[in-house]
């Protein structure tokens, strides 16, 4: 919207008691009105026809039919979010609109729970295509959405990974509206999983990320299947721990186990936790050890244990941490 130096003031004073408030608005200079930059109806009906494409294609479309330019891209936005509430707004509850929503659509809820919290899943029938077509299935992995809407709602799912592909099989939807505590999340998403384990599902590798109550839950149900954590989410955690300088949770005890194993006698903490020019070195050896694996060799042609391995890159990263005077760096590494 323009803007005018009008010296316009608004003024909105609340009466609690009497339930009433008072809006006041002052100009101190006139000036001209502001252009209308609505969006006129006849948009509004082009968005509403081509109501299933994504929002941006549908601004893209609408300026090449010379749409007002000055009318911008999230006003689009605005009123496909708006005018598309109608293929799948129920009712007016969030949650009791997702459930009449997937009975109407024909999709099988395999749980449903009002309390501690509500939380309701169900399955895309995926799965039972791979299990048609006899694909093996050894690595499964969860991922969730967090802060996205204003409801107080998260989804989760859980997808399985094939030939590099993943195929989402299961959807967990369910509150989180602030008295959720861990320990009530990590036994929403147990009881998820729970389902799966009872049909059978036994995965060998299981790929999360760094949520604690996805990780314990995982470990919960199946004790046995090897966790690892998303090279994406470990990289973002680490590069935020590595650009910021508090201190870590404990200080470097040089008389337990592994200060005794890897001292820093007579060093002096470094002033950052990690300098800048640092940051990228520090991910540079932790992609190279991730990348490692006995049945990979080695420049020289050596096939390492992976013990070998993990001695070795420990080794590295406590020599660099050494060098650079990073010992709250090593001790949280």
């Not at 505590?181 to 790929?207: C, D």
Request: proline share 4%; hydrophobic share 35%.
């Amino acid at each position: 919207m323009e803007r005018f130096h009008c010296d316009g003031v608004i003024k909105i004073s609340v009466d609690m008691t009497k339930q009433m408030f008072e809006v006041k608005l002052v100009h101190t200079n006139l000036h001209i009105r502001p252009i209308n930059k609505s969006v006129p109806q006849d948009v509004k009906d082009f968005i509403k026809d081509n109501i299933d494409l994504l929002p941006r294609e549908i601004y893209y479309r609408l300026v090449d039919k010379d749409m007002d330019i000055t009318i911008r891209q999230n006003q689009i936005h605005f009123w496909w979010s708006q005018l598309g509430q109608n293929r799948y707004k129920r009712c007016e509850d969030s949650f009791d609109s997702t459930c009449l929503w997937l009975l109407k659509n024909n999709y099988h809820i395999i749980l449903q729970e009002e309390k501690p919290v509500r939380a309701l899943a169900f399955e895309t029938g995926i799965l039972e295509q791979l299990n048609e077509s006899r694909i093996n299935i050894n690595e499964y992995g969860m991922d969730a959405t967090y802060n996205t809407n204003n409801m107080g709602f998260e989804l989760y799912v859980l997808h399985a990974e094939v030939n590099g592909t993943g195929f989402p099989l299961f959807y967990l939807y369910f509150e989180n509206n602030g008295g959720c505590k861990e320990g009530i999340r990590t036994s929403i998403l147990q009881m998820f999983l729970t389902t799966f384990q009872n049909r059978g599902l036994q995965p060998v590798f299981f790929l999360t990320d760094k949520d604690f109550a996805q990780i314990n839950a995982v470990r919960f149900t199946w004790p046995h299947a090897k966790i690892q954590l998303c090279k994406w989410h470990a990289k973002r955690a680490i590069t935020n721990r590595l650009s910021s300088n508090k201190a870590t949770r404990f200080s470097f005890n040089p008389l337990s186990e592994i200060g005794k194993r890897f001292p820093f006698n007579g060093i002096q903490q470094a002033t950052h936790f990690c300098p800048k020019e640092l940051r990228d070195r520090v991910w540079t050896i932790m992609e190279k050890h991730l990348h490692q694996h006995p049945l990979i060799p080695t420049n020289e042609g050596d096939f390492l244990s992976k013990s070998n391995i993990y001695e070795a890159s420990v080794q590295k990263m406590y020599t660099f941490c050494y060098a650079n005077s990073l010992i709250s760096l090593w001790q949280y590494l």
